[in-house]
């Protein structure tokens, strides 16, 4: 996708397999500004599962998609990544759900010095996967965007080369206690502490 908007939503992507940076199952390119919404995102394969490059959905320059209340699960790559972020650059990646994936969210390695993006990824459930929040490049203690009431849970590491971000936000560390996750059913059940644990607060 480049240039103007686009509207992406009620799909499944599934069964396809990455073998090129670009050929993943959602590319946003230069300055576009699509909303992605209410996709299922599902056993999606890549030549690139633990690079910058290997996501269901790839953001790279000046992009700034709406990414929101999709269903990612058992892709290999990321459930998103942004891999060469730009200073215009403003996505937001919000009320997702991303479960056994090698990475929930992925980033390049930003350095505090970099004038900041408007990047904001909030309200997401990431868990049993690989990597919850993973930045490529240098440790981070923080990291150089918004990131704020996400649950990241049951991953190798919820938090890969940035410091843990659990108890700051409004991100927590819990079971989100889906209905049925063996079975794909990814609803909150009535005990789930993820209910009203997110914010209305929109970007």
Do not use: C, W
């Amino acid at each position: 996708m480049q240039g103007s908007s686009s509207y992406v939503a009620h799909n499944v992507f599934e069964d396809n397999f990455q073998n090129a940076p670009t050929s993943t199952p959602i590319f946003v390119d230069i300055r576009a500004t699509p909303v992605i919404e209410k996709n299922t995102f599902r056993n999606n394969r890549s030549r690139f599962p633990t690079t910058i490059d290997g996501a269901a959905i790839l953001i790279q320059g000046e992009a700034s998609p709406l990414i929101r209340n999709n269903i990612f699960h058992d892709n290999e790559g990321a459930a998103v990544s942004e891999r060469i972020p730009r200073p215009n650059a403003s996505p937001v990646i919000i009320n997702n759900t991303m479960v056994r994936n090698t990475a929930g969210f992925r980033r390049r390695f930003v350095p505090p010095t970099f004038p900041p993006t408007g990047l904001v990824v909030r309200n997401n459930i990431m868990v049993d996967g690989q990597f919850g929040l993973e930045v490529q490049g240098p440790s981070d203690p923080a990291p150089q965007f918004t990131f704020d009431y996400n649950l990241l849970s049951g991953n190798e590491a919820n938090y890969f080369r940035v410091g843990d971000q659990t108890g700051t936000n409004g991100n927590i560390s819990v079971d989100p206690r889906f209905i049925n996750s063996a079975g794909n059913n990814f609803r909150l059940g009535a005990s789930s502490p993820a209910i009203d644990a997110g914010t209305e607060l929109l970007p």
